[in-house]
């Protein structure tokens, strides 16, 4: 059984930074695909960035300049820094992951953590 666990979300300043985490388990392998999403109270939820199982890196508009998803393989963390915060980043952050050997859907997700950018 595959498990997401997120971390490193909290409450900054606009212009803050942040590095969230989500610790994955239950692969056999690194064969799988990864991204961030984040929901703000009222909205639905929206993706953020995605890391393929090749390396690859995807940003939404917002995201391109400011954000940075990276997966570290050996220890099994995904993980999303984020520069330059804005009050419209503030959302619960959820890490999401693809059953292995394809992209999509995404059949995994964490409990979220949340940002809470403050102007």
């Known amino acids: 059984q595959v498990h997401l666990v997120e971390s490193g979300g909290g409450s900054v300043q606009t212009g803050g930074s942040l590095t969230l985490a989500c610790e994955v388990s239950?692969?056999?392998?690194?064969?799988?695909?990864m991204a961030w999403f984040r929901q703000a109270p009222g909205e639905e939820r929206k993706g953020v960035a995605v890391?393929?199982?090749?390396?690859?890196?995807f940003y939404v508009d917002y995201a391109k300049g400011r954000f940075t998803i990276s997966k570290d393989n050996a220890k099994n963390i995904l993980y999303l820094q984020m520069t330059s915060l804005k009050p419209e980043d503030t959302a619960m952050y959820y890490c999401?992951?693809?059953?292995?050997?394809?992209?999509?859907?995404?059949?995994?997700r964490g409990q979220g953590t949340q940002v809470t950018v403050s102007s």
């Open positions: 999401v992951a693809a059953r292995e050997g394809v992209c999509y859907p995404y059949s995994y």
């Open positions: 239950g692969y056999t392998d690194s064969n799988y695909c």
């Open positions: 890391f393929d199982s090749d390396g690859d890196t």
